[in-house]
C-alpha cells in the first residue's frame, strides 16, 4: 500500500495569511481525503477529493487534485489561530493510508 | 447524530498485560477501522471490520486482534502488551467499506506501557 507525502512538514505563518500543504503519492487511487488533528486528539474529516473531480471547497479550504501528477493541495485562506493543528492527506487504496502530515501553525 | 465514541480514553497496564478497548460507531455505519499513532510511525491502520467481517489488516503482529458485533460495535484487543505499543488508538466509522468514503474518527484511547 501506499502513503501521502505532505509537504512542507511544518508551517508557520501569521493570522489572516493564507496556508498552502501538498500531498504526493505513487499509484491510482479512487478518492483523496484531507483532515485535521488537534494536538494529539482525534482526526477531522475536512474534504473527501475523488478521483475524477479537480477542485473542492468548503468554506475557507480549498481542495485540488491532479490526477496526472499524482498531487493534492489544501488551502486554508484567511487563517486563523484555531487551524493551528496538524494536517493529514489520506490516500483511498482499499483502506485510508495516512502520510506523516504537516504542523500548522498560525501566530497571532 | 452522535459521533463516533471510544471507551475508554484513558488507560495505563503494564507489559505482559492485555487490553480490550471498545468503539461504537456512527448510527447506520457498519464499517469501523482501528488506527494506531505514535510519534515514531505516524497513522499506522490496523485493521477494518465491515457487517462483522475483518475486511484488511495492516502489518502488525498476531497480539493485535479485533471484532465487530451485530450492532456494527467494534472491540480491539492487545495482548502481552509491550512498551512500544503506547499509543493513541483511533477508530473510525464510515457508511462504506475500503476507505471509499469519509471516515469519521472518535477522540481516541490513549494506552500507556509502564
Known amino acids: 500500500s501506499q502513503q501521502g507525502e505532505e509537504d512542507p512538514q511544518a508551517l508557520s505563518i501569521q493570522e489572516g495569511e493564507n496556508a498552502t500543504m501538498n500531498c504526493s503519492y505513487k499509484t491510482s487511487i479512487n478518492n483523496l481525503q484531507w483532515y485535521r488533528q488537534n494536538s494529539g486528539r482525534g482526526l477531522v474529516h475536512l474534504i473527501l477529493?475523488?478521483?475524477?473531480?479537480r477542485e473542492k471547497h468548503s468554506g475557507r479550504l480549498r481542495v485540488t487534485l491532479d490526477t496526472s501528477k499524482k498531487s493534492s493541495s489544501l488551502l486554508i485562506t484567511a487563517s486563523r489561530a484555531a487551524d493551528t493543528a496538524s494536517y493529514f492527506c489520506a490516500l483511498n487504496d482499499y483502506k485510508l493510508s495516512f502520510g506523516a502530515g504537516t504542523t500548522v501553525t498560525v501566530r497571532a | 447524530k452522535a459521533g463516533v465514541t471510544q471507551t475508554p480514553r484513558y488507560l495505563i497496564k503494564t507489559r505482559g498485560q492485555q487490553v480490550t478497548l471498545s468503539c461504537s460507531p456512527i448510527?447506520?455505519?457498519?464499517?469501523v477501522s482501528w488506527y494506531q499513532q505514535t510519534p515514531g510511525q505516524g497513522l499506522q491502520f490496523l485493521f477494518e471490520y465491515f457487517s462483522e467481517t475483518q475486511r484488511n489488516k495492516g502489518n502488525f503482529p498476531g497480539r493485535f486482534s479485533g471484532r465487530q458485533f451485530s450492532n456494527s460495535r467494534s472491540e480491539m484487543n492487545v495482548s502481552t502488551l509491550e512498551l512500544g505499543d503506547s499509543a493513541l488508538y483511533l477508530c473510525?466509522?464510515?457508511?462504506?467499506?475500503?476507505?471509499?468514503?469519509?471516515?469519521?474518527f472518535g477522540p481516541g484511547t490513549r494506552l500507556t506501557v509502564l
Open positions: 477529493i475523488r478521483s475524477n473531480e
Open positions: 473510525a466509522s464510515s457508511s462504506l467499506a475500503g476507505g471509499q468514503d469519509t471516515q469519521y
Open positions: 448510527s447506520g455505519h457498519r464499517s
